[in-house]
């Protein structure tokens, strides 16, 4: 290899043929790495004119990571669970020396495709980000990648592209919500569930489902309606409610509409949960401010945040692969309050 253009981490790496994470151990003087091999990286290192703490260097030579911004592109900013991702990446930007610049889509695919394209052009050393629902086309997210531009998607990921990723288990989070109403003694469970083909809603769906299957009860497809916001909940619950099989339960996939329908359930006379139970997804602050108080899945965005924030900035910093694809599985919880026995 031509020494003049080992300029990198990787480059140093490949030259010794220790992983990065080796070679940044050695430079900062770590003494997990045995001392031969620490200064023989340092003295290449050195030979080469390479310091770790140039991040301009670190990473393949691309100046627009020598800037210590990162950009995040969330649906919507109001809604708790976005707003607590939203903290958990601001705080270990902050605590690892990056500022964030955040961009919402509003749930427009041409939106997220033009805040994609400024991202390719404004100085940003990566980009952190959860796709609108309207979004089919994924060229825009393919072209940051092909511009060397780091890309770490959350919650809603996108399958058609080999990016890094964190989500939650929504699976084993719907699984055990549903368990735990038919173990209360509910048969009937409908779901609100989103369109599309979005994972996180299939996921959810999923659990639910296998629940129901494991549980010995048949799935009802008339009960799997599309769902997702709190209007709309307000708006279909009526009619559920008055069909002679009505459901006992809802499993909905967040917190705001599982709080259109205690709401609409109680307007028509229903007791809850002695009537019906009812489940969300999120743990937000609006949980606990209802009457009953809600029983749901507890998603902690915070550490959602982090885990792609920590992904992000270690390939900025090349401290791992930039072309390794990273995924990582945020445990949930099962809050149990009022509106489930």
């Not at 109403?181 to 996180?200: D, H, N, P, Q």
């Amino acid at each position: 290899m031509d020494k003049k253009q080992a300029t990198t981490m990787k480059d140093i790496a490949e030259h010794f043929g220790v992983s990065v994470s080796t070679v940044s151990r050695a430079l900062s003087g770590c003494k997990k790495v045995r001392q031969e091999k620490r200064d023989a990286i340092c003295a290449y290192a050195k030979e080469l004119n390479f310091s770790p703490n140039d991040l301009a260097q670190s990473l393949r030579n691309n100046r627009r990571h020598a800037l210590k911004v990162i950009g995040v592109i969330v649906p919507e900013i109001t809604h708790y669970y976005f707003a607590s991702v939203l903290t958990g990446i601001e705080e270990t930007a902050s605590e690892r020396g990056y500022q964030i610049v955040i961009t919402m889509s509003g749930e427009h695919y041409e939106r997220e495709r033009q805040i994609c394209q400024m991202f390719d052009t404004e100085p940003v050393c990566g980009v952190i980000m959860s796709q609108a629902k309207e979004t089919t086309q994924y060229d825009h997210f393919q072209m940051l990648l092909d511009k060397g531009l780091p890309l770490v998607f959350f919650d809603r990921i996108c399958t058609g592209i080999n990016a890094s990723l964190v989500v939650v288990d929504d699976y084993m989070g719907a699984f055990k919500a549903v368990t735990h109403l038919i173990e209360t003694g509910c048969r009937r469970i409908a779901f609100y569930g989103m369109a599309g083909k979005a994972e996180v809603g299939k996921n959810r769906y999923n659990g639910y489902r296998d629940a129901l299957l494991k549980a010995g009860l048949k799935p009802d497809d008339s009960l799997a309606i599309v769902c997702d916001n709190r209007s709309d909940a307000e708006r279909l619950t009526p009619n559920i409610l008055r069909r002679d099989d009505r459901p006992d339960a809802f499993f909905c996939v967040n917190d705001d509409t599982a709080i259109g329908v205690m709401y609409t359930a109680k307007r028509m006379g229903f007791n809850i949960p002695d009537d019906v139970a009812v489940c969300g997804f999120t743990n937000g602050s609006r949980a606990v401010a209802c009457d009953p108080q809600l029983t749901t899945v507890e998603q902690r965005g915070v550490e959602v945040g982090r885990e792609a924030a920590n992904i992000l900035i270690d390939k900025v910093e090349g401290l791992t692969d930039p072309d390794k694809v990273e995924k990582r599985v945020v445990k949930t919880r099962l809050v149990v309050r009022g509106s489930s026995k």
